[in-house]
Nanobody
Framework: VQLQASGGGLVQAGGSLRLSCAAS????????MGWFRQAPGKEREFVAR????????YYTDSVKGRFTISRDGAKSTVYLQMNSLKPSDTAVYYC????????????????WGQGTLVTVSS
């Protein structure tokens, strides 16, 4: 499984970005897809997850109402639409995939993309 994340950049507070993560080398519909982020000096943390069919979605509290995760099976791509961005959202964002039901923690995901940097200026 290869995951290629893109879409990061520099944005002012209150702005929006959409991250994309293209999957290859796998049957996309067989994987739960997640987004994580790691701010400077902090541990990697869970942000959002969408299940195999897209019916079940879960967000960490700090992004609820601002971020939207979605998946497009035809493009084997998962997205993270980020609105009302805050400086505290500044981090490297990683997409991840897991095959089976499990924990939305870093060890719970088997495959990782390379990360894309999001910087939110105040």
């Amino acid at each position: 499984v290869q995951l290629q994340a893109s879409g990061g950049g520099l944005v002012q507070a209150g702005g929006s970005l959409r991250l994309s993560c293209a999957a290859s080398g796998c049957t996309f519909s067989s994987y739960v897809m997640g987004w994580f982020r790691q701010a400077p000096g902090k541990e990697r943390e869970f942000v959002a997850r969408v299940d195999w069919s897209g019916d079940s979605i879960y967000y960490t509290d700090s992004v609820k109402g601002r971020f939207t995760i979605s998946r497009d099976g035809a493009k084997s791509t998962v997205y993270l639409q980020m609105n009302s961005l805050k400086p505290s959202d500044t981090a490297v964002y990683y997409c991840a995939a897991r095959r089976y039901s499990g924990s939305d923690s870093v060890p719970g995901y088997e495959h990782w993309g390379q990360g894309t940097l999001v910087t939110v200026s105040s």
